[in-house]
């Protein structure tokens, strides 16, 4: 059963302050393991990957069959229902039309002393985009890892996705298609993080690797950063459901449920004004989880992480969440836009009962990598910013120089940095001579 | 003697891969202490702290005097010589002016099917500035961490400053109150690390953790990564300079001299279409090294890490940038604007003979925080961004959830996650009735 709480009950900040401190992840310590795999791809490389390929995959592989030809992908994307293509298609191109607008844009201007200043964004030359095997095979996920990148400029895009016992997705070949993908490789865990770190005979290195994956993927990401950038390392998965009333119980409680079934250590947490709501939003869990196909994931989510949490008001309400700084937060209230303006901390915001969480996954537009674990606090989901990179600018004239060199001058004394100084005394005597 | 080579020798590329490979630092492995160190903080608090205060940097605290009473600020900052205030004025000045224009924006609009769509950036509540002590003790470091804080918005801004046998550098005490800093601590190493990201009885925790420091501070940022936000982790400075023959070779030198006088893992390189200008600003680094102060530390630099490239023309060179992807890129040539153009990864462009590196750290304007160790190929240089985070934003009509929504449902079955595309079925039902 998931914890009903109310902020009335003399022990709630304790009971919230274990809600939040909740270790809902126990990843296994593989560290070591990564470790030898990524050295071991670095020494050898293709004959490495190959290696390990057989056998965490069972599938034999030779450098030229570990890249999906046009042909393959072509044959595999023949396979795919009209249905989910022209769905794939509309959700990429709805996922493009958001993204565009994320480009940022390039500054130069003059200041007062005549200095040239500003800065200019370029795209990472290469990005590699990991996607899991098996059942967490997302095509949405492909959708929205690639689709910024492309918009950002990267010139090369590659992805690697396993296929255990050479079972392919064929929704993932479409989705890499329609997103634009340069370069697919039917390779994954550690090894295929290391591929694209640091190359082999048969792929090239990339400059950013992002996507997500099990606890060996993550170590390696982990480990492969500063030679590569990366994106987040994600937790479990996390909804927060601010309703009053005014709501349909079983509306929310699929809300809550689209989360819970993502895996066990998901957190699904509903805030509401009117306890009886609480009661009959929890009800209709429980009936929802009677029929649903992944009842055992969902209820083992739902009862160890679930909660229902009862608040006087929505400023209460506005508090707590930014206490939990959720990843997904819905707010099926009568003033959403009013409510969103008291928060601050979130990943992605869905306003009013009309917007399930679900959309915002497949075809909202905004991006589906969001900041897990509380992170929120400091951290933003995927963007086309994570595909570009800024270059600061400067240009004195000798005019300029003289007004802020003396400055530059007294400060590097002050740090004992005497070349510094000296870079800008050597100018200044010129233009004093 | 720095290595000396010509894109004309036969075993060019050979010699630049291994200048590119080369490695310049060997960070003592740390890990286990800090591990510790960390983990002795959060059971411990102050206590912990003040131990460790005492045993690192010999000086006996209370919870009352590890941070800086306002008077005792006020008496150590007027001891600041008028030219040194009125200096770090100026910078700050400039480094706001210049870091203001990067505020990101709010967007918000409504798309072709009805859908309100958007995202807003809000300030990271609390962070944490991490200040070397010693002769690392840069005051022009804290400008430079704290002002695109503040300029963020950041709410509260603590600073953590060893002061190893109680030696305080009024020159950090002064810029952190020309930023705006709020919290001035005298701890340091992993244990002032541990304290921002965990909080003590008397420091309060914090989101995100900025700032340079050695190994411990290091590898205790790594650490708390996750619980908090940090920023990169910086390796030894490097300057690339690209100068044709008309230029003054002792102007050069010393520009290279700047970078290696940080430290003997520092790296300073000089490409050139002239090889006799290359001998000449070589020359000129040997006789400036006669006299330099720092000249053990930048002389080990220059001998070790060095090196003199002769290209053929400024297309090569632009090439050898990219590859380096420098963290300071110095362009002495008659067209700095158009060679510019030409280059994709560099942390900091600096334009003309007019524009030392040295002026770009202090009183430029943009960040001297920049991306070391060549992943300017895929981050940034600190910004105001490294201090906000966004917030996506989407709000459905009923009609927008009728166009859209079909597509979410498909996807989700496609994807095997009923209950996602139950919240939506349950909502186009209503609509449908």
Known sequence: MPVFLNTDDTDFEAAFTRLLGAKREDSPDVDDIVAGIIADVRARGDAAVLELTAKFDRL??????MRFSEAEIEQHVARVPEAERRA??????????YHVRQMPEDARWTDPEGASLGWRWTPVSAAGLYVPGGLASYPSSVLMNAIPAKVAGVGRLAITVPTPDGVVNPLVLMAARVAGVDEIYRIGGAQAVAALAYGTETIAPVDKITGPGNAFVAAAKRRVFGKVGIDMIAGPS??????????????????????AEHDESAQSILITTDPAFGQAAAAAVDKRLETLERRAIAGASWRDFGAVITVRDLNEAAALSDRIAPEHLELCVADPEALSARITHAGAIFLGQWTPEAIGDYVGGPNHVL???RSARFSSGLSVLDFVKRTTLARMTP????????????????????AHGLSVTARLDRLNR
């Open 238 to 259: 996390e909804i927060l459901v601010i309703a009053d009333g005014d709501n349909d119980p079983d509306w929310i409680a699929l809300d809550l449920l689209s989360q």
């Open 60 to 65: 034999t592989l030779t450098p030229e069959t």
């Open 371 to 373: 900041p897990t674990a």
């Open 88 to 97: 794939l298609e509309q959700a990429a191109e709805r996922i493009r039309a």
């Open 399 to 418: 005019e300029s120089l003289r007004a802020i060199g003396p400055a530059a001058e007294t400060l590097a004394r002050s740090e004992s940095l005497e």
